[in-house]
């Protein structure tokens, strides 16, 4: 069956543009995460809902960082006035239990700040 | 979570089982431990995860240590497309929130023919 998809795979940015970034789960999938990986890192946690509740934003590293998930399906991480340091892959996963116990990752997008 | 202790790097020669080691000195009694992997420009992927019992599936076996403070994740037959970063990672394992992976920085195994 389908994966998680994320959209769009490649964006580029120019600095203090706003940008989204689209994440698809896996259908029927409660719980969906958003991580950040910068190049030759492991991804870094940033934020993990529940249905259409953000139960943990913890990990966005400023308040330029938004996320929302209305309906408890598609998921949309939205970055403001970017910067360059904002510059990674943006990793979206879903997973059926409300634990997170295995999470399907997507491909990711690659957003570059210049 | 616990903090994990993985080589930055191992080969293995294709056909041949590849052996990962992961310390986990400081785990907790609930907190288990789960590998994933991250193929080249791919989102990470699950491979496996367990408690104190050695765990198989048709990906890989699990082996965890008595006192549960290391960890083994073992491919028996090698292939090229296993080159990738494999991570272990020790978690706790609740309903509520706080269940996101802590990725460390993980094992860059290149599988050789």
């Known amino acids: 069956g389908a994966g998680v998809s994320q959209s769009p795979r490649y964006k580029v940015a120019k600095r203090g543009q706003d940008v989204a970034l689209r994440c698809d789960p896996i259908s029927g999938h409660v719980s969906l995460f958003w991580y950040q990986q910068a190049l030759g890192q492991g991804p870094e946690f940033l934020t993990y809902?529940?249905?259409?509740?953000?139960?943990?934003k913890s990990g966005l590293p400023s308040d330029r960082f938004f996320a929302e998930r209305p309906e408890g399906s598609v998921s949309t991480l939205k970055i403001q006035r970017t910067q360059q340091e904002d510059s990674a892959v943006y990793l979206c996963a879903s997973s059926s239990s409300r634990g997170g116990y295995e999470q399907y990752f997507g491909p990711g997008t690659r957003l570059t700040v210049t | 979570d616990a903090k994990t202790t993985q080589p930055t790097s191992m080969d293995c020669a294709e056909g041949r089982a590849a052996n990962l080691p992961c310390n986990h000195s400081t785990i907790s009694g609930n907190e288990y431990v789960y590998w994933y992997r991250q193929i080249h420009s791919q989102g990470p992927q699950y491979i496996i995860h367990?408690?104190?019992n050695n765990e198989t599936n048709e990906m890989a076996s699990l082996i965890i240590t008595e006192d549960r403070k290391s960890s083994t994740l073992i491919l028996p037959h090698a292939t090229l497309r296993d080159t990738a970063v494999y991570y272990c990672?020790?978690?706790?394992?609740?309903?509520?929130?706080?269940?996101?992976?802590?990725f460390g920085g993980g094992t860059r195994l290149m599988v050789k023919p």
């Open positions: 990672i020790v978690r706790f394992q609740g309903l509520n929130a706080g269940n996101m992976l802590t």
């Open positions: 809902f529940q249905n259409e509740a953000q139960l943990d």
């Open positions: 367990g408690l104190k």
